[in-house]
């Protein structure tokens, strides 16, 4: 037996004995994700016993080092681990853009102090981390944004205004862009910083969304006192991290939909519209549509998984995450779309518990944010244009 | 696995690359069909083939050949895809092998592989009998007569089925059409009595025959596999040509869309070049996505088929559906793209079109694999 199918056996072993039935199946509710931070509570004992268990192994990041309290997993490790937690429809044991996002830039680009202090933090749900990216006149066009950060010895001042923050109003700490340079070409005098939300200066405003709920926040700063060793990378090229960044968000953007741990698409149409008698759905045309999607559902996972086999050849493109975000993003929404047209009416409840308090048709307008958050579609097909395809003036 | 190819697989596509690109560039069709070959495809590019181990990829090591899977029959495939090259590979070396390493007797395949190998012997599998793809309503009958049986029907889109030395036969020999039971495959003589091959010239100058059986008697030890049980033998055989179509669909169509790049790039309009207009751009981009993704489903089928093949119903349909739903548009948007130029037979883009049209109706179109993934899933 390879050291790989010795390890596959005894990862199987392991997440049997050590995954509670209760975190074997789909998240469908917000508090069935655990999200860590200062101000963290477990939903239920099942929740907190996963996350431990993974945490002590490593397991909330499995891919880092093992000396800033990840796994130590090797890529093809890594690969078989995601096989078995998806076998038995694993929950993530913890979530945050800590894990997803600002890790992966401070393996890169952080120094040895930044690493030390922050990615146990993240790695053991103990701090939860918002991302300070977009403001209101710095949407598609990032880069100009205005947010300034002016030197005052050895800190920096920071004044201005975030939009679509996400979860803000929970987080303990921010990644954040700031305008070092004014004066420099826009791509050219921005910086990456940390600092934490409690520092004095710093306030959130929920912003409500067309599904009813919160997720984002209007995020101010006003002279609020970071220092400069707090920068992630070189003062004013924060613009590379900042890419770096995107891309991994992208990665996580597009892989959001419930893919491979929910039931076919086709048999939870059936539940509400019926089966004619030779076990087909019982609109023909409904049948036609979900069979297309799951044809592309398929199809993205195995280019999703053929991105990871290329990434770890060294055989990818750096913007091919991109050309996965467009495609994850507008699939997801398709699925929405035809969830909601097989629910027919039942799925036009907003309130009534009957309908969990409008479940269905509130993940299905928050989806329609996929394609507008981490880069539109239109900014990805022009990335794709731009740098694979290489078509002049883009 | 991983979902790339490996080192072997890279060498033996640049090996083929190189001998396709240089000996049969898509203008190598375009003369077969302008001469109206009879043959329709060359013989001496077959005994090329040969010499480089491609006709004996898939044959079993013992009768010459290399004993490789259907990843490395899709690596070919797709090269073969590029240029639109006719080649009996798919029809001989793909899918006669097949059929006869999995279902032959000893003798069968002592008699039939090595010559296969060798370049020396052509085959064709003869399913459809309708205007589409169902291999289960396969009515043409196969009644018991003395020592053996007599076909009685026809068949249509006889891929190579007019050069063909050995034909590979779907009949009932019990059952109703509909039903996988009753079927059996048949090794019949294209020279036996009443066999009667017409021909038929298709819209991508690719070579093609409908066969008329009319009571040909063919002896028991000419069942390729067991009488009544063939349906398992040939949904694996088809299996096998959906996940080859795939390949070739997937080179196709990084072909027609590597042509219309490099004509946005240099087509000039209102004093640009065309591919700085954001709606053509966009266009493109999305295209590229879908080629990408077809390409990751087609390698995941093929690896699926080679990893066991009862398995791979669902990863084959997916790579059949999503590999011909983008080289339909692939082509679309490679006449489009290509303006006035694209609709004239001078230029090379209509040819990629009228093979992709042909690629997308073999062994099932996107519909009939759509349905397919819909009864596994049970809705």
Redo the contacts between chains.
């Keep these: 037996m390879s050291d790989l199918d010795q390890f596959r056996k005894e990862t199987r072993a392991w997440l049997e004995a050590n995954c509670p039935p209760e975190m074997r199946k789909a998240a469908t509710a917000d508090s069935d994700v655990f999200w860590g931070g200062r101000n963290a509570k477990f939903a239920s004992d099942a929740q907190r016993a996963w996350f431990e268990r993974m945490r002590d192994k490593g397991w909330t990041v499995p891919d880092w080092p093992k000396e800033y309290g990840g796994g130590g997993l090797d890529g093809a490790e890594h690969k078989v681990l995601r096989e078995e937690m998806g076998r038995i429809g694993a929950r993530p044991p913890l979530s945050s853009f800590g894990i997803w996002m600002l890790g992966p830039a401070l393996l890169k680009f952080g120094n040895e102090a930044q690493k030390k202090e922050h990615l146990p933090k993240i790695a053991a749900g103990l701090i939860r981390w918002c991302q300070g990216y977009s403001e209101p006149n710095a949407g598609s066009d990032l880069a100009s944004l205005q947010t300034r950060a002016e030197s005052d010895g050895d800190h920096f001042i920071i004044t201005g205004q975030k939009i679509w923050t996400s979860y803000a109003n929970y987080a303990d700490w921010i990644f954040c862009l700031v305008r070092t340079d004014p004066a420099a070409k826009k791509h050219d005098g921005i910086s990456f910083i940390l600092f934490d939300m409690a520092s004095k200066g710093v306030s959130t405003k929920p912003i409500l969304l067309i599904s009813g709920y919160s997720p984002f926040c209007e995020t101010f700063f006003d002279n609020v006192r970071v220092p400069k060793s707090h920068v992630v990378g070189t003062v004013n090229r924060g613009w590379d991290v900042a890419k770096y960044l995107l891309q991994h968000e992208r990665a996580m953007i597009s892989g959001m939909g419930d893919r491979g741990v929910s039931r076919p698409l086709g048999q939870v149409a059936a539940d509400s519209v019926g089966s004619d008698d030779a076990g087909r759905l019982d609109d023909a045309m409904l049948r036609s549509q979900i069979a297309t999607f799951e044809i592309d559902e398929a199809a993205l996972a195995a280019a999703a998984e053929r991105a990871v086999d290329l990434a770890k050849a060294g055989q990818s493109h750096p913007a091919f995450s991109s050309a996965m975000k467009y495609y994850g993003t507008e699939l997801n929404k398709r699925r929405y779309e035809i969830l909601m047209s097989a629910g027919g009416i039942d799925a036009l409840e907003w309130e009534s518990e009957r309908s969990g308090g409008g479940a269905r048709p509130r993940a299905w307008l928050r989806t329609k944010a996929n394609s507008i958050e981490g880069g539109t579609s239109e900014v990805m097909l022009g990335i794709v244009a731009k740098r694979i395809l290489d078509l002049p003036g883009a | 696995m991983?979902?790339?190819l490996t080192e072997e697989q890279s060498m033996l596509r640049d090996s083929a690359r190189g001998l396709i690109s240089d000996k049969a560039p898509v203008s190598h069709l375009r003369q077969l069909r302008d001469n109206k070959d009879a043959t329709g495809f060359s013989r001496d590019l077959w005994k090329d083939f040969a010499e480089m181990g491609f006709t004996g990829l898939l044959v079993p090591e013992e009768f010459g050949g290399s004993g490789l899977g259907c990843v490395e029959a899709g690596v070919v495939m797709e090269e073969i895809g590029r240029t639109l090259m006719p080649s009996p590979f798919l029809s001989t070396a793909v899918l006669g092998v097949s059929a006869l390493s999995r279902g032959g007797s000893a003798a069968q395949k002592a008699e039939y592989l090595s010559k296969i190998s060798a370049g020396s012997l052509l085959a064709a599998l003869a399913v459809d009998e309708g205007a589409k793809h169902r291999p289960l309503q396969t009515a043409m009958q196969a009644a018991r007569a003395g020592n053996g049986f007599r076909l009685k029907g026809a068949k249509a889109l006889v891929v190579d089925g007019h050069t063909a030395d050995l034909l590979i036969v779907a009949a009932r020999t019990g059952g109703s059409p509909g039903e996988a039971a009753g079927l059996t495959l048949f090794l019949v003589n294209p020279k036996a009595k009443g066999v009667a091959t017409e021909r038929t010239i298709m819209v991508d100058a690719h070579n093609a025959a409908r066969i008329a059986f009319d009571d040909v008697e063919v002896d028991a030890d000419h069942v390729l596999g067991e009488v009544d049980q063939g349906g398992a033998l040939l949904e694996n055989l088809l299996n096998i040509g959906r996940g080859a179509v795939a390949s070739e669909m997937v080179g196709l169509s990084e072909e027609v869309f590597g042509r219309t790049?490099t004509y946005?790039?240099e087509r000039k309009q209102f004093g640009?070049?065309i591919?700085?207009f954001?709606a053509l751009?966009?266009r493109?981009?999305?295209l590229?996505?879908d080629i990408?993704?077809?390409?990751?489903?087609v390698?995941?089928a093929l690896q699926a088929l080679d990893a066991d093949i009862e398995k791979a119903d669902?990863?084959v349909?997916?790579?059949k559906?999503?590999a011909g739903?983008t080289a339909t548009r692939a082509v679309q948007e490679g006449v489009q793209m290509h303006g006035g130029m694209g609709m004239t037979d001078q230029f090379d883009i209509g040819f990629f079109m009228k093979r992709a049209r042909v690629c997308e109706e073999l062994f099932g179109d996107?519909?009939f694999?759509?349905?397919r993934?819909?009864?596994s899933?049970?809705?």
């Design positions: 991983a979902l790339v790049v946005l790039k640009k070049l591919g700085e954001q751009q966009h493109a981009a999305q590229y996505i990408e993704i077809s390409r990751a489903a390698l995941k669902s990863a349909a997916v790579a559906a999503k739903t996107a519909n694999h759509a349905d993934l819909a009864r899933r049970s809705y």
